[in-house]
């Protein structure tokens, strides 16, 4: 039997002692690791947070905290040759292992520069100047951001074992609150393996970072108006955890970031023979391999004007069949498997669905020949693109194959993209490829309200640009609707997700005298 996972509970390692969920390696389906967190005590997981942990983050200055993130990036990256062994057992190849490891070390990096340049040397944040409220000026009003007491719990997704905790544990240890993580079960070795090293480094106070691989059991309702919920992962997982007590009754926060059915819009213009023609083909590609398409932010519906459509899929068709699937431990391969047996037949499911108003027009869903693994054993699948049959079936816009999976679709007119775009009822992210800014202008101010975050790629900032599905720290992530409602990232404004904003009206000396630093 494989290792059991252990979880970190209240400044000691715990090892539950039942059988728990076995984990396979996604490629050659061979046991990994064994997880369960039967018998641990939520209540001295969430008091040890509040009592030592968050205390002890609140006694270092903004500028502390961002110099420890610091530390704990460069120790990190030190330790990533180990990571990213074990990230093959995820079905990740070496390019998917660098966009979830080497990601998540360089936002950790980031929110440290940015505690240092934008954050205060002391514990308080202004928020905005000093507002007069009397004629006289001796009584005026200030807001203030101070770090919430409670526990900050991060409940992440299978696909992105690494950047998933740090994007997360970083903003909130800048704030000064104390972080819970809770992986996904199928990907928790490695989450377990960057935590176990966090810890251990003692570059963060005892009580910063606690582990639970397993399932929450009650913790939430140990949860109040002290505490973070921060969950990334599927639509109604959210739903659960929005309805639970915890979030409505005892008001704890709740920001969830859930896969949506994001977009790619080519512009007209866009024709054979133009950079941002074959811009577009290449980030659809990519977007349906990198990770075996298992991101929240991958384009699943990709929208072309109707006399591109051909030239569109024959490009497409070209650039994937030469996709190599199979065992990432093999340099020769550029797509490795999804994450287990089970999301493989979930995401044949969901391409079934979609055959209700789409064709397959490159790849086998049932067929496949991976290098150097065993079909029957590995979660292995061939790149799936779909070509909407023109019947306007509303399966593109709600079924989300969360694989290696997209959709073309054909619009008309700008004002057809626009409501194509919007019938995916809200997404993380959504590009435009254009070089006519009439029509990325149009679409933007339409599509807007629709999305998260929007990408304008063309031939001026293609150089530079990071993609389409690549959530960068500077910048929000998160989307409406579909896509949560909620918001993460953002620089500073992922720090104030876990802090309290607070007006203070008084002389100016008294606010002075409480937020002079700020």
């Not at 420890?68 to 190849?93: C, M, N, V």
């Not at 029509?439 to 999305?451: D, P, S």
């Amino acid at each position: 039997m494989p290792e059991m996972l252990a979880s970190y509970v209240a400044g000691a390692w715990y090892t539950s002692p039942g059988e728990g969920v076995v984990v396979a390696d996604a490629t050659t389906g061979d046991p990994v690791a064994r997880v369960s967190s039967g018998g641990l005590d939520t209540r001295a997981l969430v008091d040890h947070a509040r009592r030592v942990g968050g205390p002890a983050l609140r006694r270092l200055t903004f500028h502390e905290r961002a110099a420890a993130l610091k530390a704990l990036a460069t120790h990190l990256d030190s330790r990533k040759s180990e990571y990213y062994e074990l990230s093959t057992s995820t079905g990740a190849t070496r390019r998917d292992s660098a966009v979830d490891i080497d990601g998540g070390i360089a936002t950790t990096f980031a929110f440290s520069g940015t505690g240092k340049r934008e954050l205060p040397e002391g514990y308080v944040l202004g928020d905005g100047d000093v507002v007069q409220m009397g004629k006289e000026g001796t009584f005026v009003g200030r807001h203030v951001y101070t770090t919430l007491p409670g526990a900050a719990l991060q409940i992440n997704a299978f696909n992105f074992p690494v950047w998933g905790v740090l994007e997360k544990l970083a903003p909130a240890v800048l704030a000064g609150m104390p972080t819970i993580v809770k992986p996904a079960t199928p990907t928790a070795y490695l989450t377990a393996a960057v935590v176990r090293d966090i810890i251990e480094s003692g570059l963060l106070p005892e009580g910063s970072v606690q582990l639970v691989c397993g399932g929450l059991g009650d913790l939430l309702d140990h949860f109040d108006g002290r505490d973070v919920v921060a969950f990334t992962g599927s639509a109604s997982t959210a739903a659960v955890l929005r309805s639970n007590d915890a979030v409505t009754v005892r008001a704890a926060r709740f920001n969830a970031e859930t896969d949506s059915l994001n977009c790619s819009i080519l512009g007209p213009d866009a024709v054979p023979g133009t950079a941002e023609f074959d811009l577009f083909v290449k980030e659809v590609a990519r977007e349906m391999t990198v990770k075996a398409g298992q991101k929240c932010t991958a384009i699943r519906r990709a929208f072309v004007p109707q006399p591109l459509v051909d030239d569109v899929v024959a490009a497409l068709q070209t650039r994937l069949a030469k996709v190599i699937v199979g065992n990432p431990r093999n340099d020769a391969v550029t797509m490795g498997a999804l994450v287990s047996l089970r999301q493989r037949d979930e995401v044949r499911g969901a391409v079934l669905a979609l055959q209700h108003a789409a064709e397959i027009v490159s790849g086998d869903v049932e067929r496949i020949e991976p290098v150097d693994a065993d079909p029957q054993r590995g979660a292995f699948m061939a790149p799936i693109l779909m070509l909407g049959n023109g019947l306007d079936g509303p399966q593109p816009h709600v079924v989300e194959a969360f694989g290696p999976v997209s959709t073309v679709m054909a619009y008309e007119t700008p004002d057809d993209v626009v409501e194509l775009a919007a019938r995916g009822n809200g997404s993380l992210v959504g590009s435009i490829v254009s070089h006519d800014p009439d029509f990325v202008r149009h679409v933007v101010l339409a599509t807007a309200a629709h999305h998260g975050r929007l990408l304008i790629l063309d031939r001026d900032c293609a150089a530079e640009s990071t993609g389409h599905g690549t959530p960068m720290p500077q910048m929000v992530h998160g989307g409406p609707g579909r896509a949560g409602g909620g918001e993460e990232l953002g620089g500073v404004r992922a720090v104030k997700h876990y802090m309290q904003r607070t007006a203070l009206q008084g002389s100016p000396a008294a606010l002075a005298a409480v937020a002079s630093d700020s």
